[in-house]
């Protein structure tokens, strides 16, 4: 079982381009999440998902989409990267009340 | 909507010395509570939830962390800091679910960053 992985790691983005990140589990979850942490703020949900096909915004959705076409997959999208997206976005999925995280990708945006 | 306090964005002990995190949450039922750890470039790993079977929740690496409903908190605490528990540390609290689903989202505190001395 390898849990929840993100691709990429690491990224480096010019302010206007474009990219996605993956998030994919292999638990058979239903609920999936994508957060951001930035020093001293926690982790603030951006959209989650409640099933295949389903896309729900949270805390700080502005800038970003989702896609769930797959049940496993869950995309985060940024159609045109600002400087104040540079984070860390963790993926997350759950059964039930608890939450399993992938290892982060670090985003910067110059 | 739910919200989390931790008190204390750092704290620093000795090896050896008493754990004591600090977190109140709002909320005028008892929600789900979890601590969760994150080592230096890592995700996030559950240490423990409290889901309203016992006040005293027991959890990984010696952790453990007692609900108190009058007081509104959910303090962890270790009898005895290790090195390896340089980390940094969140609490979070779930929302009731969506209505008719199992959805539950969290809501997380700041976090604490502990540092152990030797």
């Known amino acids: 079982n390898a849990g929840v992985t993100q691709t990429p790691k690491f990224r480096v983005l010019k302010t206007g381009q474009s990219m996605t990140l993956l998030c994919a589990q292999d638990?058979?979850?239903?609920?999936m999440y994508w957060y951001r942490q930035d020093p001293g703020m926690g982790l603030r949900l951006i959209h989650y998902?409640?099933?295949?096909?389903?896309?729900a915004k949270g805390e700080v959705p502005d800038g970003y989409n989702v896609s769930r076409l797959k049940k496993q997959n869950f995309l985060l999208g940024l159609e045109s990267a600002a400087p104040s997206q540079t984070s860390v976005y963790f993926c997350?999925?759950?059964?039930?009340?608890?939450?399993?995280f992938g290892p982060g990708t670090r985003l910067t945006v110059l | 909507a739910q919200s989390v306090t931790q008190l204390g964005s750092h704290v620093s002990v000795s090896e050896g010395a008493l754990v004591l995190l600090r977190c109140n949450y709002s909320?005028?039922?008892?929600?789900?509570l979890f601590w969760y750890v994150q080592y230096p470039n890592q995700g996030l790993q559950l240490l423990l939830k409290?889901?309203?079977?016992?006040?005293l929740v027991k959890g990984i690496n010696g952790f453990e962390a007692e609900f108190k409903k009058s007081e509104t908190s959910f303090h962890l605490t270790k009898p005895s800091a290790h090195m390896s528990d340089a980390a940094e540390y969140f609490c979070?609290?779930?929302?009731?679910?969506?209505?008719?689903?199992?959805?539950?989202?969290?809501?997380f505190g700041k976090g604490t960053l502990l540092t152990v001395n030797p």
């Open positions: 997350a999925s759950s059964r039930l009340n608890e939450q399993f």
């Open positions: 638990m058979n979850h239903e609920y």
């Open positions: 998902s409640v099933g295949e096909g389903t896309t």
């Open positions: 909320s005028s039922v008892p929600p789900y």
């Open positions: 409290y889901t309203s079977a016992a006040t």
């Open positions: 979070a609290v779930s929302d009731l679910p969506d209505s008719g689903g199992s959805n539950y989202k969290l809501t």
